[in-house]
């Protein structure tokens, strides 16, 4: 039998209806493809089709504030031990965004939406008030990075940030979640600026290659500076937005068991991409460790790309300042989208971004609110910007506990994931992963609240 | 869109009417349960140090 009518079965087993809807009607064309190109052995082409959401929720995840996490690291303690622990960190990333394609694939339905139908309401509530209030504040923070970014080339707030919203904005026209996806993994090509960036900084190759093989030069003192900045490499990369994002994207792309293994493949091709991106930042921010620059009063992007004008080039610092706007504008794009699954899964409305606008009011109403808010914050002179970007540390963080136990829950749930349930060796893996994550993510939390707690 | 598209090609739990049908409740263990509870201490300990975090560096800023 082929795969094509593998995908087909008896539709008189199906309640009749009238009228196929708009979502489903563009899923099956999609889905169509899909059973094509794997009848006929292309494998390139599958993988083409299929990958999307993990290269999305991997690269949005390199947002503004994460790469300044990155330049500020290698502006501190250079190339040596970071760049490893980089690697380190997309692979637990990968393991837990892994679990989620599983649940997409085996329920067909979001995260959010998981969590309220099988938990309850009071861990659906909180799950979904969390996410939308921590997004919306980390909104603001990609906003402020396209603004910096922004100024750096000498673009008025409003002119950059206007243009931010309008990309968002613009994104959501397509009404098809297709055309949408495969707009931002151009756009998050943009991601990669930061590699030449990093060649303007002529990397020592050798000391690279030492670096990635035995974790060093360790930092001379290894205080609470250097704990705060191994927390926010973690911070930076496993966030609860991803899990939500991606196991929605999953379902909205129509992904299926069979696709497992290219959802896999496209998750793994993410957190690759995306720590080559991370590592690259570290590289081209290095040269102001080499000049003992001091970067501790440096607030964005923008700051990092002047002081390196002098030292990789204005050609270098501008691939930077560029790389710093692309960040900010697929975050934006990507986080908007995770607040809508989010906020429309729980509230039982419509989620799809194949919705056209009216079947779709709450789901495109969500985005594009949370997108003029953060946007019109920014702007709004003497705004709490600095606070704001605390805050949206100390949610992400400490936040990040229950969303990886709930998680970590629901990929143990036979009955809704009968064989792609964890195994063992997943939950060993996975179990570790979490309480680490967890573990660490309340502790910057915490060190973010009271930041004398460790010493200097 | 392709309005002769093939609507057998979606599995069954995939028609949007099909996911908005809920899933029943789980049957939680015993030990679920405690992970809960404690989940929910975490919270309402970690939920005030937000508000204390905003607060403290609206103060701050």
């Known amino acids: 039998m082929s795969d094509v009518s593998l995908l087909r079965h008896d539709d008189a087993a199906r309640a009749p209806a009238p009228e196929p809807e708009r979502e489903d009607r563009l899923r099956a064309a999609d889905r169509l493809r899909v059973a094509k190109a794997r009848a006929s052995g292309g494998r390139a082409r599958l993988l083409w089709l299929l990958c999307g959401p993990g290269l999305l929720v991997m690269l949005g995840e390199n947002d503004g504030p994460s790469m300044v996490s990155y330049a500020t690291t290698g502006a501190t303690y250079g190339v040596g031990f970071f760049a490893p622990f980089i690697l380190l960190t997309f692979a637990m990333a990968f393991v837990v965004q892994e679990m989620t394609v599983r649940l997409g694939v085996a329920t067909h339905r979001g995260h959010a939406q998981l969590i309220f139908q099988r938990f309850g309401p009071f861990w659906g509530y909180f799950a979904m008030a969390d996410l939308v209030i921590g997004n919306l504040l980390t909104l603001v923070t990609e906003f402020i990075a396209i603004q910096a970014g922004g100024l750096y080339f000498g673009c008025p707030p409003w002119a950059s940030v206007g243009m931010g919203a309008l990309v968002v904005f613009a994104s959501l026209a397509f009404r098809r979640y297709a055309a949408w996806e495969r707009a931002l993994m151009a756009l998050a090509l943009g991601n990669l600026l930061f590699v030449p960036a990093a060649l303007f900084a002529h990397p020592d190759g050798a000391a690279l290659a030492r670096a990635l093989a035995t974790w060093g030069p360790l930092p001379p003192t290894m205080g609470g500076a250097f704990l705060t900045l191994v927390l926010a490499n973690v911070g930076a990369t496993v966030t609860p937005w991803m899990v939500f994002f991606q196991q929605s994207a999953v379902v909205d792309k129509g992904l299926t068991r069979a696709d497992l293994p290219q959802g896999r493949l496209d998750t793994a091709l993410g957190a690759i991409v995306a720590a080559i991106a991370a590592i690259a930042t570290l590289v081209a921010a290095s040269p102001l460790f080499s000049a003992h620059a001091d970067v501790s009063q440096f607030a964005s992007g923008a700051d990092f790309a002047t002081a390196l004008q002098p030292l990789i080039g204005k050609a270098g610092a501008s691939l930077f300042a560029l790389g710093i706007v692309e960040a900010g504008l697929l975050a934006a794009m990507t986080i908007a989208a995770s607040s809508s699954y989010a906020f429309a899964e729980v509230a039982s409305a419509r989620h799809s971004l194949n919705l056209d606008f009216r079947s779709g009011k709450l789901f495109f109403a969500v985005a594009i609110m949370s997108t003029l808010i953060a946007g019109g914050v920014v702007l709004i002179p003497g705004a709490p910007l600095l606070a704001m970007t605390l805050t949206v540390n100390v949610i992400a963080t400490l936040l990040m506990a229950p969303a990886l136990l709930l998680l970590l829950l629901l990929a143990n749930d036979r009955e809704i994931m009968g064989g792609l349930a964890n195994s063992r060796l997943d939950n060993l893996a996975g179990g570790v992963i979490v309480i680490a994550i967890s573990v660490i993510g309340a502790l910057y939390g915490v060190i973010t609240v009271f930041p004398d707690w460790l010493g200097k | ?61």
Request: aromatic share 4%.
């Open chain 2, 1 to 61: 869109m392709d309005p002769t598209a093939d609507l057998s090609a979606l599995e069954p739990g995939q028609l949007s009417a099909d996911t908005r049908k809920p899933l029943p409740r789980r049957k939680l263990s015993r030990g679920v349960v405690a992970l809960l509870v404690l989940l929910r201490i975490y919270v309402l300990i970690a939920v005030p140090l937000v508000v204390y975090a905003f607060v403290h560096a609206l103060g701050g800023s």
